[in-house]
């Protein structure tokens, strides 16, 4: 059952990745969608408090920019000439406190999220293909969300979570 349920997560990951290919633009070849499991997240009580209730869905943890050869990339100069601008954040909070929440009481979602854009989101708005602007990364990190129920994924293959 183990192996089974590692090639079905292995399988989801595999097609979000997909879905997120862009070119060999620099500095990331491919973006990951990437999930967190609120439960999981608070199995380590070190990270702070956790937010009750627990929420029990998986989250959107980001959209990191990767490479094949190797899958940290950092945004530094793209940082710099892109900002997280917080007014441009309003209109999305509605959306991104459902698919995109902070489960930690010592982070504030806004705090999340601006960490999130810093260490991923900043890098493409100036290299991605398509570009991304500040709004339209955690625009595809909700749509995304909303796409693909690895809730079904997962009830569907017999796994509890």
Known sequence: M?????IILLSVYVLVVQVLNVSNAEPYEYMQFVLQYPPGVCYDTSK???ISPLPTKFHVHGIWPSNFSDI???CGQALKNNPLDNAQMTPLQMDLVNSWPSVLTTKSNMWFWEHEYKKHGACTV???VPPFTQKSYFEKGHQLWNQYD???VLDQSG???
């Open 48 to 50: 702070g408090y956790c």
């Open 2 to 6: 183990k192996n089974s349920n590692f």
């Open 72 to 74: 940290h990339v950092t």
């Open 150 to 152: 690895i809730h079904s």
């Open 126 to 128: 100036e290299s991605g």
């Open 159 to 161: 796994i509890n979570y």
